[in-house]
């Protein structure tokens, strides 16, 4: 195996590994074991826990921010509708969601927080590029994500039927993007 295709692998078990413990609650050996390699390994490669997990946020932040490019290949009016069904399509992995909240949730964080920042003003940036939103847009267009967020966070479209204002909020936000 490559030494990136290795890379690959570790990153892949740290993202599975830090979205169920968090970044508090997920070792390097927790890591190393999911990817099949030794703890020693996974420091020599990324150095600290730290560095792994600002790698790993840092690949989830990627991939949104490639599903958002991908609409913008695609064509067409790169609408907020657009970029939402695409971003409701990538949180299915909810590996992903939790790591990028986990990341958000260290934002006070003298050493983490301000690579977590940068990363979410990325993607605010990458969205007024391909919306040509507005501030007041873009504010509207996360909010509903923080929204949809907390609603599969939440787990809530596998109990919609539990609830009715459950439902009804899945039905009115969700449905329309393919979740």
């Known amino acids: ?10 990153l892949d078990a740290a993202v599975a590994a830090f979205a169920e413990g968090g970044y508090t609650g997920t070792t390097t050996d927790q890591v190393a074991r999911r990817a099949g390699v030794s703890q020693p390994y996974v420091v020599r490669m990324f150095g600290t826990k730290q560095a792994l997990f600002l790698a790993a946020h840092e690949r989830v932040m990627a991939r949104l921010g490639e599903a958002f490019a991908e609409v913008a290949r695609a064509g067409g009016d790169q609408t907020a509708h657009e970029l939402a069904t695409a971003y409701v399509q990538l949180i299915k992995d909810q590996d992903l969601l939790r790591v990028m909240q986990h990341g958000f949730s260290l934002g006070a964080d003298p050493d ?7 990363s979410f003003l990325r993607v605010v940036r990458q969205i007024r590029e391909l919306t040509g939103a507005t501030v007041e ?43």
């Open 137 to 179: 847009e873009t504010r509207d267009f996360l909010a509903q994500g923080m929204l949809i967020n907390v609603l599969v966070a939440l787990q809530l479209p596998e109990h919609a039927g539990d609830d009715p204002d459950a439902a009804a909020l899945i039905s009115c936000v969700l449905e329309k993007k393919g979740f």
């Open 112 to 118: 983490l927080g301000p690579a977590v920042r940068a």
């Open 1 to 10: 195996m490559s030494a990136e295709d290795r890379r690959d692998q570790v």
